[in-house]
């Protein structure tokens, strides 16, 4: 996918984040699936390469969330406040197959 463009460079602040675009979109609608929780007396999780004992399940459930651009963010990602970082890995491929 590529970025969608936008006409002027925008701030937003959310939760002591600031979203710079560059003009980039800052953040897109996405649907993700969720995990659900166990009922009472059985786990997470599924039986692979042996019979199923009906004590696990393993259900999710597509949420719309708000994926923003990481790209964006001003200061950058650090692995110590957000949980990753962005770090850039050059390739001798020049052109991806879409």
């Known amino acids: 996918m590529q970025p969608v ?5 925008v701030v937003l602040r959310s939760r002591g984040i600031v979203l710079r675009s560059r003009g980039m979109c800052t953040s ?7 995990q659900q929780p166990p009922p009472p007396g059985k ?8 019979p199923d004992l009906d004590d696990m399940v ?5 949420q719309t ?3 923003h651009n990481a790209r964006v963010l001003q200061p ?23």
């Open 28 to 34: 897109h609608n996405v649907i993700l699936n969720y």
């Open 76 to 98: 950058p990602a650090e692995l110590e406040k957000q949980g990753f970082t962005l770090r850039s890995c050059p390739t001798g491929v020049k052109v991806y197959p879409s």
């Open 43 to 50: 786990s997470t999780g599924r039986y692979i390469d042996q």
């Open 58 to 62: 393993d259900e999710n459930e597509p």
């Open 65 to 67: 969330v708000k994926m």
């Open 5 to 9: 463009r936008i006409l002027q460079s």
